[in-house]
């Protein structure tokens, strides 16, 4: 339990019931190897996912009046993209509080962006059953509200696919295209590989737990590649 008093000191939420952080911690990879487990993480970032759309919306909506219904949506896709929760997970070192299988640590789970960004919203999901939603909201403040700030001054708000259209038809006059490589896993833990194209040309890789994640860590990946 060291571990998890750590990470409740990190997060600065002294848990009721601290077995709902570590079942926010708990990849599914880890039950292959700990069979007396029967639940993974996945269900509380379900949950975590809704309340982190319904936060940061509410808080948009209020801090920037003067913002359209376009402007707000496509800044609350920077808000809550995988790249963005990833680096706040990074932030608090999650990746060194997760709880995986020794096959899924050594294929760099600890640093892949798809599960820290998961793990966080799993995170969001136990506090508001251990707590309630003004705690989260304290929480999501303490730990993103200065990355609203920071988001907002940003000449563009719009998601990674959008940011990499324009990168791409700017550098090559062409518009990128995506492709899925591989899908694992029965159907409620399905993980896809995207493949982002540019004419027959693979420039990025990227995995989530949905396409529309994936295609959205292949654009990160890609804007990083041509810039």
Known sequence: MDKIDE??????????????????????????????LKHSNERLEFLGDAILEYWSSQKLFTKFPD?????????????????????????LNLGSFILLSRGEETHGGRENISLLADTFESIIGAIHLDQDY???????????????????KKDIYKDAKSIFQEIAQSKRG??????TISELG??????????????????????GNSKQRAEEDAATKAANIIV
């Open 186 to 207: 029965p159907d409620h833990q399905k993980i896809f590989e995207v493949g982002l194209y540019i004419n027959d040309e693979l420039i990025a890789k990227g995995s």
């Open 67 to 91: 913002f359209d219904e376009g402007q707000l949506t496509n800044l609350r896709s920077l808000v809550v993209c995988t790249q963005n929760l990833a680096e706040i997970g990074n932030s």
């Open 134 to 152: 003004q705690t989260v909201d304290k929480f999501l403040t303490k730990f993103m509200g200065k990355n609203i700030d920071t988001i907002s």
């Open 7 to 36: 990470l409740q000191k990190k997060i600065g939420i002294k848990f009721k019931d601290p077995q709902k952080l570590v079942l926010a911690l708990t990849h599914r990879s880890y039950l292959n190897e700990n069979r007396q």
């Open 174 to 179: 062409v518009t990128p295209r995506y492709s």
